[in-house]
């Protein structure tokens, strides 16, 4: 990709990563099959999926644990991300500050195996519509500083707000412990059936985030997180929706990944 025509940027992209999930074993180079596991533990938050032959099915299934019921219900969750960083166990530094009172349960070795900082990053995936989950592709700050700590959204849908034809997908900003940014976060009416596969990107710049649903720009901000930043992917249930899950209620609940692409700035 010599340039970003697509977004209207005089940019010249690098190719970085070109993941297809051929083998049958995720790319340990690149993925840690686990979510947040400072504030639990990596057993309990291992992610639930299969891979090879060209596709990634995070799920869901009947009897998986909630990944942290201590600190976030019962919600549960499969997900990979690109790196790890928090305290020592009884402290409060980690990842994700997702709510006040967070304590590491678990050690963790720091692993930095895709943090850039700037580029641009493609996901080709298909949403749920499932009332009770929610898919994501994202970015967060690696967090070795409390500042380093904003999110980019790439893509959040919830599956209550998936339709024949359209959805809301959730992009944007979130400052999170980042003094320098602020909230700027809404969820787009995309007129696409988001059960089927579609390419949602992020062109992460200085100053400037571009986000994009295949191949066109659907949202921009004036600001940027400048530090290192990983990716986090991944399905969530919550039980306790609108309308508890049926006994009958159908699993596993499968979030498929076709693709995962990444470029640097040039």
Do not use: N
């Not at 893509?155 to 992009?171: N, P, Q, S, T, Y």
């Amino acid at each position: 990709m010599a340039g970003s025509a697509e977004a209207g940027a005089a940019v010249r992209w690098i190719p970085q990563i070109d993941e297809r999930f051929e083998s049958p074993v995720l790319d340990p180079a690149i993925w840690i099959p686990q979510y947040l596991p400072h504030w639990s533990s990596r057993e309990r938050t291992v992610a639930r999926y299969e891979v090879g032959g060209g596709s990634l099915r995070l799920q869901i299934d009947r009897d998986q644990p909630p990944w942290s019921p201590e600190f976030d219900g019962p919600i549960r969750v499969s997900s990979l991300q690109t790196g790890v960083f928090a305290g020592p166990v009884g402290s409060s530094v980690g990842q994700l500050q997702f709510r006040d009172g967070l304590i590491v349960r678990e050690a963790q070795e720091s692993r930095a195996l895709f943090t850039p900082r700037y580029g641009r990053l493609e996901i080709e995936a298909a949403a749920v519509d499932d009332p009770h989950a929610m898919v994501a592709g994202w970015m967060i700050g690696y967090g070795d500083a409390p500042e380093r700590t904003g999110e980019i959204c790439i893509f959040e849908i919830f599956g209550r707000e998936v339709a024949d034809g359209w959805a809301l997908v959730g992009m944007g900003i979130h400052p999170f412990g980042d003094p320098a940014l602020v909230d700027d976060f809404e969820k787009v009416r995309i007129e696409a059936d988001v059960r089927q596969l579609h390419r949602y990107a992020v062109e992460w710049l200085p100053g400037r985030v571009t986000l994009l649903v295949d191949g066109s720009p659907v949202k921009t901000a004036d600001q940027a997180p400048d530090y290192p930043m990983q990716l986090m992917l991944g399905i969530y249930e919550f039980p306790e929706g609108p309308e508890p899950p049926s006994p009958l209620e159908s699993y596993p609940k499968v979030f498929e990944v076709r693709s995962f692409r990444a470029w640097r700035p040039g």
